[in-house]
């Protein structure tokens, strides 16, 4: 049964027209869920990744203290919250915690786990990496007046606060086992989630137990799920073809989509969505020439990025230019204001003739690189060859290099590459996380170009504090026009999410965010 769809342009989510049969079926218990992953997570921690290949095998052992609300995207709804207050100046945000949740240990999650998880998030202790920390700077102190209450104290209002409350990644961590050893997350699986930690085998699978002992009644409804490993597109389409996998959750090219829907007939659900999700080109400021904004400049005035996503949406997971905030959503810049731009222009023979010039100014006309890029064929390889056509457009040569993704994520982190294809994603669309990546790296773990720059965060921090919708929107171009000059990081193409799935899989609801909805709390199959 192929479903359609409709479209909610201002949120990004796609709203799924389900039959009134449907909505009324009844959840069964038992069974395996079996998903295809296409990566695997670098380690176990949740406050130090942000791929997809960690949220899906890992995030079915965790909870959060909010979560969104699946099918009602953008709300949000409690997870081992069971109710909160902000007061009326936006300083103060008071949880009340369900009091019969326990870690897979067996011992009782209390507010002092939640005080110690976001203590670890917002002032990670040496040898910790938060990469979200720069999101939780206005929490000035966290009290716990008893077990199951939790009191957030703001240095001043953020409107994003409550939303980034329900992150997937703030996964809650034992207090005792952080005071042991800080570290314990990145080796070691101990959430309260609804499936418990079964085994990792590298390059294989992951599975994941029903948690009997979990704190909503009667949940999980799956005995089990396992994340089968599989880096190769042709083998993940197969495998669902086949049945032998209920889903891959990241998402399908269109050619994938509709190979999958001629062989599965009736058996086929697809979803799609606007994605929260682009491809991003950083350049290694540390590094000779790309320490030079003319160099950064010129590379991004050659890419035709009109010309690029009318074609590579054919093909890939790409589809509409945008600048650093999602193409349709509220506060992002119009196509009128996009092509005004630095690179963003729609007369490309013009840009590259500045590019060439920038270039011969800067001393590098005859300029090579090595490009980096992730081995996961889909974006980033039809997107990186791409990228490398459009600077042969310029006359430079460029080595393409295509690593798993921890070696992948190693170089980006560690500032071991020239130029590098990497990824912003979130699981909302929200400023505050969106320009997280491109503000000062003394102050965001995820900006891997290395730079420093006080002009890009005095404009995050005034449009972090500007509640009117249009003061904050003129800032927000302010922010755009200044980075796309120094094209320090800069955006390629946004993507578009098409998942499919088998029919016999119940319970799980699409949104623009890979990130979401990926606890498995209530999935069912259809025996």
Known sequence: ?????????????????????????????????????????????????????????????????????????????????????????????????????????????????????????RNPPEGVVSIRQAIYSDIESIDTPDDHTVVFNLSAPNAAMLASFASPWDCIYSADRLAED?????????????????????????????????????????????????????????????GEVHAEFRGHSPADRDRLVDALGDRAVVHESPWLCKLVVSFNTQREPFDDARVRRALSLAVDRWAGAEHLSQIALVRSVGGVLRPGYELAASDEELVAYPGFGRDIEAARAEARELLEEAGVSDLTFTFLNRNVPMPYVPVGVFLIDQWRQIGIDV??????????????????????????CDFMDEPNLQLAKYISSDDSPINYAHYNDETLDELYERQSRALDAGERAAILREFEEYLFEQSYIVPTIWWHRIIVHLDEMKGWYMSPSHYLNQDLQDVWLEQ
Not at 197 to 207: D, K, L, M, N, R
Not at 224 to 242: E, G
Not at 399 to 424: K, P
């Open 1 to 121: 049964m192929r479903i359609g769809l409709k479209y909610l342009a201002g949120a990004g989510a796609a709203c799924l027209v389900v039959p009134a049969l449907a909505l009324a079926e009844e959840p069964q218990y038992g069974g395996e869920l079996v998903m295809a992953v296409s990566a695997e997570p670098p380690n176990y921690d949740c406050h130090a990744n942000t791929s997809f290949a960690f949220i899906h095998p890992v995030r079915p052992h965790y909870n959060t203290l909010l979560k969104f609300d699946e099918p009602n995207y953008p709300d949000v709804k409690g997870d081992i919250a069971e109710s909160w207050e902000v007061s009326d100046d936006g300083l103060t945000y008071t949880f009340q915690l369900h009091d019969n949740v326990t870690f897979h240990d067996g011992t009782p999650l209390t507010s002092r786990d939640v005080q110690a998880t976001y203590d670890r998030i």
């Open 182 to 242: 800080p570290t314990y997350p990145e080796n070691e699986i101990l959430g309260t989630g609804p499936f418990r930690f079964v085994e990792h085998a590298a390059g294989s699978h992951w599975v994941g137990e029903r948690n009997d002992d979990y704190f909503v009644e009667g949940r999980p409804y799956l005995d089990s799920y396992r994340s089968i490993f599989m880096a190769d597109t042709s083998a993940r389409v197969t495998a669902l073809q086949a």
């Open 399 to 424: 080595e393409h290099e295509q690593l798993e993704t921890r070696a992948y994520l190693s170089n980006l982190r560690g500032g071991n590459y020239d130029v590098g294809l990497d990824f912003n």
